[in-house]
Protein backbone atom coordinates (compact mmCIF):
# COMPACT_ATOMS: atom_id res chain seq x y z
CA UNK A 1 0.00 0.00 0.00
CA UNK A 2 2.37 2.34 1.25
CA UNK A 3 4.63 1.65 -1.93
CA UNK A 4 1.72 2.93 -4.17
CA UNK A 5 1.99 6.14 -2.52
CA UNK A 6 5.92 6.83 -3.07
CA UNK A 7 5.47 5.56 -7.24
CA UNK A 8 2.47 7.38 -7.91
CA UNK A 9 2.57 10.13 -10.51
CA UNK A 10 0.73 12.35 -8.95
CA UNK A 11 3.40 12.43 -6.36
CA UNK A 12 5.99 13.73 -9.32
CA UNK A 13 3.62 16.33 -10.43
CA UNK A 14 1.98 18.00 -7.50
CA UNK A 15 2.87 19.72 -3.68
CA UNK A 16 3.58 15.68 -2.21
CA UNK A 17 6.67 15.71 -3.94
CA UNK A 18 7.77 17.28 -0.85
CA UNK A 19 6.68 14.48 1.14
CA UNK A 20 9.69 12.20 3.16
CA UNK A 21 8.97 8.61 3.26
CA UNK A 22 7.31 8.18 6.53
CA UNK A 23 4.74 11.02 5.25
CA UNK A 24 4.05 8.91 2.22
CA UNK A 25 3.77 6.06 4.56
CA UNK A 26 1.27 7.88 6.82
CA UNK A 27 -0.49 9.01 3.46
CA UNK A 28 -1.17 5.68 1.84
CA UNK A 29 -2.57 4.51 5.59
CA UNK A 30 -5.18 6.81 5.82
CA UNK A 31 -6.00 7.54 1.74
CA UNK A 32 -9.34 6.24 0.42
CA UNK A 33 -9.35 5.51 -3.08
CA UNK A 34 -12.41 5.79 -5.60
CA UNK A 35 -13.51 5.53 -8.93
CA UNK A 36 -15.65 7.92 -10.41
CA UNK A 37 -17.82 7.09 -13.44
CA UNK A 38 -17.52 10.02 -16.60
CA UNK A 39 -20.47 12.59 -15.48
CA UNK A 40 -20.09 12.39 -11.60
CA UNK A 41 -19.00 15.00 -9.21
CA UNK A 42 -16.25 14.19 -7.07
CA UNK A 43 -17.39 17.22 -4.82
CA UNK A 44 -19.73 19.83 -5.78
CA UNK A 45 -19.43 23.83 -5.01
CA UNK A 46 -20.76 24.54 -1.38
CA UNK A 47 -19.89 21.00 -0.07
CA UNK A 48 -17.22 21.08 2.39
CA UNK A 49 -14.69 18.28 1.25
CA UNK A 50 -12.22 17.81 4.64
CA UNK A 51 -9.29 17.02 2.51
CA UNK A 52 -8.03 17.14 -0.93
CA UNK A 53 -8.15 14.59 -3.65
CA UNK A 54 -5.37 13.49 -5.59
CA UNK A 55 -6.47 13.08 -8.94
CA UNK A 56 -4.47 9.90 -10.28
CA UNK A 57 -5.95 9.14 -13.86
CA UNK A 58 -8.53 10.87 -15.95
CA UNK A 59 -9.70 14.40 -16.61
CA UNK A 60 -12.53 16.57 -14.11
CA UNK A 61 -14.05 19.98 -15.55
CA UNK A 62 -14.26 22.78 -12.69
CA UNK A 63 -17.99 24.65 -13.18
CA UNK A 64 -19.55 27.27 -10.86
CA UNK A 65 -22.96 27.54 -11.72
CA UNK A 66 -23.72 30.96 -12.91
CA UNK A 67 -27.00 32.93 -11.98
CA UNK A 68 -28.82 31.74 -15.24
CA UNK A 69 -28.69 28.19 -14.35
CA UNK A 70 -25.62 27.36 -16.58
CA UNK A 71 -22.81 25.40 -15.47
CA UNK A 72 -19.56 27.60 -16.90
CA UNK A 73 -16.65 25.53 -17.23
CA UNK A 74 -13.91 27.84 -15.07
CA UNK A 75 -10.48 25.47 -15.39
CA UNK A 76 -9.68 21.41 -16.63
CA UNK A 77 -7.62 19.20 -13.89
CA UNK A 78 -5.99 16.18 -15.54
CA UNK A 79 -3.79 13.21 -14.01
CA UNK A 80 -1.49 14.74 -11.61
CA UNK A 81 -3.06 17.35 -9.87
CA UNK A 82 -4.53 17.87 -6.57
CA UNK A 83 -8.47 19.26 -5.58
CA UNK A 84 -9.43 21.07 -2.88
CA UNK A 85 -5.98 22.80 -1.67
CA UNK A 86 -7.56 26.21 -1.65
CA UNK A 87 -10.73 25.53 0.02
CA UNK A 88 -9.17 23.22 2.59
CA UNK A 89 -6.41 26.11 3.50
CA UNK A 90 -9.25 28.70 4.13
CA UNK A 91 -11.25 26.47 5.60
CA UNK A 92 -14.55 27.45 3.67
CA UNK A 93 -16.91 25.27 1.51
CA UNK A 94 -15.80 24.34 -2.59
CA UNK A 95 -16.05 27.19 -4.26
CA UNK A 96 -16.42 24.73 -7.72
CA UNK A 97 -17.71 21.95 -8.39
CA UNK A 98 -15.49 19.38 -9.98
CA UNK A 99 -17.48 16.65 -12.30
CA UNK A 100 -15.39 13.60 -14.40
CA UNK A 101 -15.38 14.36 -18.05
CA UNK A 102 -14.17 10.21 -18.64
CA UNK A 103 -13.78 7.98 -15.43
CA UNK A 104 -11.19 9.16 -13.43
CA UNK A 105 -9.25 7.32 -10.63
CA UNK A 106 -8.69 9.41 -7.31
CA UNK A 107 -7.41 9.33 -3.81
CA UNK A 108 -8.57 11.55 -1.50
CA UNK A 109 -6.82 12.84 1.85
CA UNK A 110 -8.20 13.61 4.68
CA UNK A 111 -7.36 17.42 6.16
CA UNK A 112 -6.31 16.67 9.62
CA UNK A 113 -3.44 14.37 7.44
CA UNK A 114 -2.54 16.96 5.11
CA UNK A 115 -2.34 19.79 7.64
CA UNK A 116 0.14 18.05 9.92
CA UNK A 117 1.91 17.50 6.37
CA UNK A 118 1.69 21.51 6.33
CA UNK A 119 2.57 22.28 9.45
CA UNK A 120 6.01 19.95 9.72
CA UNK A 121 7.34 20.01 6.27
CA UNK A 122 8.12 23.72 4.97
CA UNK A 123 9.21 22.67 1.19
CA UNK A 124 5.26 21.25 1.08
CA UNK A 125 3.88 23.87 2.34
CA UNK A 126 5.53 26.33 0.38
CA UNK A 127 4.60 23.66 -2.54
CA UNK A 128 1.15 23.86 -1.74
CA UNK A 129 1.14 28.07 -1.52
CA UNK A 130 3.10 28.05 -5.46
CA UNK A 131 0.05 25.70 -6.37
CA UNK A 132 -2.36 28.64 -5.47
CA UNK A 133 -0.79 31.34 -6.71
CA UNK A 134 -0.17 29.47 -9.88
CA UNK A 135 -4.10 29.16 -9.97
CA UNK A 136 -4.95 32.88 -9.34
CA UNK A 137 -2.41 34.01 -12.40
CA UNK A 138 -4.26 31.92 -14.47
CA UNK A 139 -7.31 33.31 -13.27
CA UNK A 140 -6.06 36.71 -13.99
CA UNK A 141 -4.79 35.70 -17.43
CA UNK A 142 -7.77 34.20 -18.30
CA UNK A 143 -10.02 37.51 -17.17
CA UNK A 144 -7.66 39.50 -19.20
CA UNK A 145 -8.31 37.38 -22.21
CA UNK A 146 -11.80 37.32 -21.71
CA UNK A 147 -11.91 40.83 -21.66
CA UNK A 148 -9.62 41.78 -24.60
CA UNK A 149 -9.82 39.01 -27.24
CA UNK A 150 -12.90 38.23 -29.12
CA UNK A 151 -14.93 35.45 -28.89
CA UNK A 152 -13.39 34.08 -32.20
CA UNK A 153 -9.69 34.54 -30.47
CA UNK A 154 -10.96 32.83 -27.39
CA UNK A 155 -12.12 29.80 -29.58
CA UNK A 156 -8.90 29.57 -31.39
CA UNK A 157 -6.94 29.69 -27.83
CA UNK A 158 -9.26 27.09 -26.25
CA UNK A 159 -8.88 24.77 -29.02
CA UNK A 160 -5.42 24.81 -28.93
CA UNK A 161 -5.05 24.41 -25.16
CA UNK A 162 -7.38 21.57 -24.92
CA UNK A 163 -4.87 19.60 -27.75
CA UNK A 164 -1.60 20.52 -25.96
CA UNK A 165 -2.63 19.54 -22.64
CA UNK A 166 -4.85 17.07 -23.18
CA UNK A 167 -3.54 15.68 -26.68
CA UNK A 168 -5.60 13.56 -29.22
CA UNK A 169 -7.07 10.59 -30.10
CA UNK A 170 -5.80 7.67 -32.32
CA UNK A 171 -8.20 9.30 -35.23
CA UNK A 172 -6.14 12.72 -34.35
CA UNK A 173 -9.29 14.44 -32.82
CA UNK A 174 -8.98 15.98 -29.88
CA UNK A 175 -8.56 13.68 -26.71
CA UNK A 176 -11.10 15.72 -24.34
CA UNK A 177 -14.63 16.03 -25.96
CA UNK A 178 -15.93 18.60 -24.86
CA UNK A 179 -20.04 19.41 -25.79
CA UNK A 180 -20.94 22.24 -27.75
CA UNK A 181 -22.25 23.63 -24.59
CA UNK A 182 -19.29 23.11 -22.42
CA UNK A 183 -17.04 25.22 -24.97
CA UNK A 184 -19.00 28.19 -24.94
CA UNK A 185 -19.34 28.21 -21.31
CA UNK A 186 -15.59 27.83 -21.36
CA UNK A 187 -14.99 31.23 -24.04
CA UNK A 188 -17.93 32.96 -22.42
CA UNK A 189 -20.93 32.82 -25.24
CA UNK A 190 -23.53 31.32 -26.26
CA UNK A 191 -24.22 27.75 -27.60
CA UNK A 192 -24.80 29.10 -30.98
CA UNK A 193 -22.29 31.31 -31.49
CA UNK A 194 -19.92 28.91 -30.70
CA UNK A 195 -21.34 26.56 -33.20
CA UNK A 196 -21.30 28.64 -35.78
CA UNK A 197 -17.52 30.09 -35.43
CA UNK A 198 -16.88 26.26 -35.66
CA UNK A 199 -18.37 25.89 -38.30
CA UNK A 200 -16.59 28.75 -39.58
CA UNK A 201 -13.76 27.43 -38.45
CA UNK A 202 -14.19 24.21 -40.36
CA UNK A 203 -15.35 25.81 -43.83
CA UNK A 204 -11.80 27.84 -43.55
CA UNK A 205 -9.94 24.73 -43.29
CA UNK A 206 -9.13 25.45 -39.85
CA UNK A 207 -10.69 22.16 -38.28
CA UNK A 208 -12.48 19.35 -38.92
CA UNK A 209 -16.10 18.20 -37.22
CA UNK A 210 -17.17 14.75 -37.30
CA UNK A 211 -19.96 14.61 -34.97
CA UNK A 212 -18.74 15.51 -31.78
CA UNK A 213 -15.28 15.38 -32.63
CA UNK A 214 -13.08 18.54 -33.14
CA UNK A 215 -10.07 17.80 -35.18
CA UNK A 216 -7.81 20.46 -35.69
CA UNK A 217 -5.99 20.67 -39.30
CA UNK A 218 -4.40 23.91 -39.40
CA UNK A 219 -2.80 24.69 -36.10
CA UNK A 220 -0.97 27.93 -37.60
CA UNK A 221 -3.71 29.32 -38.52
CA UNK A 222 -5.36 28.99 -35.12
CA UNK A 223 -1.94 30.24 -33.48
CA UNK A 224 -1.71 32.96 -35.62
CA UNK A 225 -5.74 33.95 -34.74
CA UNK A 226 -5.85 33.61 -31.15
CA UNK A 227 -2.62 35.54 -30.67
Known amino acids: MSSKCEQCIVR ?8 TKDELVKMAECKTSYTIKKGEPIF ?24 NGKDQIVKLVKSGELLGQRSMISDEPANLSAVALEDMEVCFIPKNEVMAFFTHNNQ ?9 CGDLKEADD ?26 KSADGSL ?12 IGTATE ?11 SGYVDLTGKKITILDRNKLKRLAD
Open 44 to 67: EEGEVTNGIYCVKDGVCKMTKLSA
Open 193 to 203: SCIRLLSEFNK
Open 12 to 19: QFSSLKAL
Open 124 to 132: FSMNVMKTI
Open 175 to 186: HIQLSREELAGM
Open 142 to 167: HMVSMAQKSVKERLAETLLYLEETFG
